[in-house]
């Protein structure tokens, strides 16, 4: 580990007056992930801010068209809180099935959603692949058994993130404090694939940090989940995982969202899916049939072809469950 100087600014302005002035700044919300990679050699800041002095940033605000969670929220904090459980309850379901309870506790919202990628290869510092400008990704040639199937484009890795899958399904915007002006945008598009950029996950310039995430009210007939499979028991990231989100009018199905995460190296929408079920009854939709339709474009290596299989059947059982009368 290098040395670095830490300092805990008291304005959002502070901050990104810092970032911008020192180009080996980093921020740190909970910490769980950054002194991870600090520690392991892999980030090398000379300039450490800590945001628990800022204020207003763990705050969970109910308006009357939305609902806005801070950046340095706590992953228990969503998890407990009344109103994210009785209209967001598949986002709560995933803050429950995150980690374990002492990361929850000091892990963050913004730092879940902007956390580097688990890949092994990208986390170890004698394996310099892509994505820590190196020339080559390892996954090629080594072991895929936790990589994505699809939407790889140079690096392979996944987005880590569980509680971005329901954000993204539940329409979240994101709200980014920067030095020419704050902004925002729909949290689907706030994630980038390697395409774009192979050496970042997210769309964050140099200077900004994430403020905060708003969702939108849900509408009447709304209904979701959230389903996870893991390895481990507790504590274990995605293999896949599905958030589900629909709007029933009468017995017709008005609006559909299906995310998918652990299979892309961004949360992926099952848009063939979510066009199978719009306007259907709910009486005449099979589950298997738009599960059927979820990653066709799907190109797993062979140590992780079990990725396709699992997220069909967790679609089938996120759709069974969520469409029961």
């Given amino acids: ?124 510092p004698l394996t310099p692949c892509l994505k820590r400008g190196g020339d080559t990704c390892y996954v090629l040639e080594g072991y895929s058994k936790y990589m994505c199937v699809t939407g790889g484009s140079g690096c392979y890795a996944v987005n880590p993130s569980d509680a971005a899958v329901p954000l993204v399904a539940y329409g979240a915007g994101i709200n980014i404090a920067g030095p020419a002006e704050d902004r925002s945008m729909p949290l689907e598009e706030f994630f980038t694939g390697p395409e774009v950029d192979i050496t970042r996950e997210n769309a964050l310039e140099r200077g900004e940090v994430v403020e905060s995430v708003g969702l939108p009210e849900p509408p009447p007939g709304t209904r979701s ?21 629909v709007t029933i009018n009468g017995d017709a199905i008005e609006a559909a969202s299906i995310v998918l995460g652990g299979v892309a190296p961004t949360p992926l929408r099952a848009r063939e899916s979510e066009a199978y079920l719009l306007g259907k009854g709910v009486r005449d939709v099979s589950p298997e049939q738009a599960a059927a339709l979820v990653l066709p474009d799907a190109q797993p290596f062979d140590d992780n072809r079990y990725k396709v299989t699992l997220a069909r059947n967790l679609v089938t059982r996120s759709l069974t469950r969520v469409l029961q009368p």
């Fill in 1 to 124: 580990m290098n040395p670095f100087e830490y300092r805990e600014p008291s304005s959002m302005e502070d901050v990104v007056g810092l970032l911008t002035a020192y180009e080996d700044a980093q921020v740190m919300a909970g910490g769980i992930d950054l002194l991870g990679e600090i520690k392991e050699g892999v980030a090398s800041p000379g300039l450490l801010l800590g945001l628990a002095g800022i204020p207003g940033l763990t705050e969970i605000s109910e308006g009357p068209t939305e609902l806005v969670i801070g950046g340095m929220a706590t992953i228990t904090a969503i998890e407990q809180h009344p109103a994210i459980r009785r209209l967001y309850p598949a986002l709560a379901e995933a803050a429950e099935r995150l980690a374990t309870p002492q990361v929850r506790n000091a892990g963050t919202l913004a730092g879940n959603l902007c956390q580097r990628p688990r890949c092994w290869y990208y986390r170890n």
């Fill in 225 to 245: 989940i959230f389903l996870k499979a893991q390895e481990r028991v507790a504590g274990g990231f995605a293999l896949t995982s599905v958030a589900t989100v």
